[in-house]
Every structure is written in structure tokens, then in C-alpha cells.
């Protein structure tokens, strides 16, 4: 069964940082285009950021370059989201995604 596992969120204050970490298991991760999504209450699902499959091309949301970084470790089937100067407006449910995959979210809360 094909599956995406996010885990490392959690309650941050501004400022602060992050890793999320996403697991792919039951399909060969290494051919695929990652890409981490984010859903705030009311708003629509936006895309965040994307990696290509050896990680030499990555894309961003203007709201989040400079600040997040996405990268991969294909020998772990692992795609990584490290967030940094986090602010209040990047509070949501965080999404890993492939290709007509998607994982079942995690939380993660800006707030003094």
C-alpha cells in the first residue's frame, strides 16, 4: 500500500523553527516529485514548496523563501521541510504530497 507520513510538528513561538519529515512507503520514492502543501482554517490548500527527484531543482512559495528549505534523502524514502523564522501566519496543517498521494497532514501552531 502506498502511503506519505508526515511527523515533527507541533507548537512553536515566532521566531522559532521546525523540521517536518516525510516518510513514502510501498512505491519507488526516489522517481517522484515531492512537494509539501499547507491548509490554514477557511483558507484553501496552497502549495509550499517542491523538490525535484535527486533534489537538484527546488521551488517555493514567495510567503516562505528564505526562510523554509526543503530537502530529501532518497535512501531514506524521506523528504524534509525545515522551517525557520516561523510566523503566526504559518500556522496550518501541513501536507506531504506526490502525485496523486497525499499524507494525512500534521500541525503546526505559531504562538506566544
Known amino acids: 500500500q502506498e502511503r506519505l507520513v508526515e511527523s515533527g510538528g507541533g507548537l512553536v513561538q515566532p521566531g522559532g523553527s521546525l523540521r517536518l519529515s516525510c516518510v513514502g512507503s510501498?512505491?519507488?520514492?526516489?522517481?517522484?516529485?515531492m512537494r509539501w502543501y499547507r491548509q490554514a482554517p477557511g483558507k484553501e490548500r496552497e502549495l509550499v514548496a517542491g523538490?525535484?527527484?535527486?533534489?537538484?531543482?527546488?521551488e517555493y512559495a514567495d510567503s516562505v523563501k528564505g526562510r523554509f528549505t526543503i530537502t530529501r534523502e532518497n535512501d531514506k524514502n524521506t523528504v524534509f521541510l525545515q522551517m525557520d523564522s516561523l510566523k503566526p501566519e504559518d500556522s496550518a496543517v501541513y501536507y506531504c504530497?506526490?502525485?496523486?498521494?497525499w499524507g494525512p497532514g500534521i500541525q503546526v501552531i505559531v504562538s506566544s
Open positions: 504530497n506526490r502525485h496523486s498521494l
Open positions: 510501498g512505491f519507488d520514492f526516489i522517481t517522484y516529485y
Open positions: 523538490i525535484s527527484t535527486f533534489g537538484h531543482s527546488t
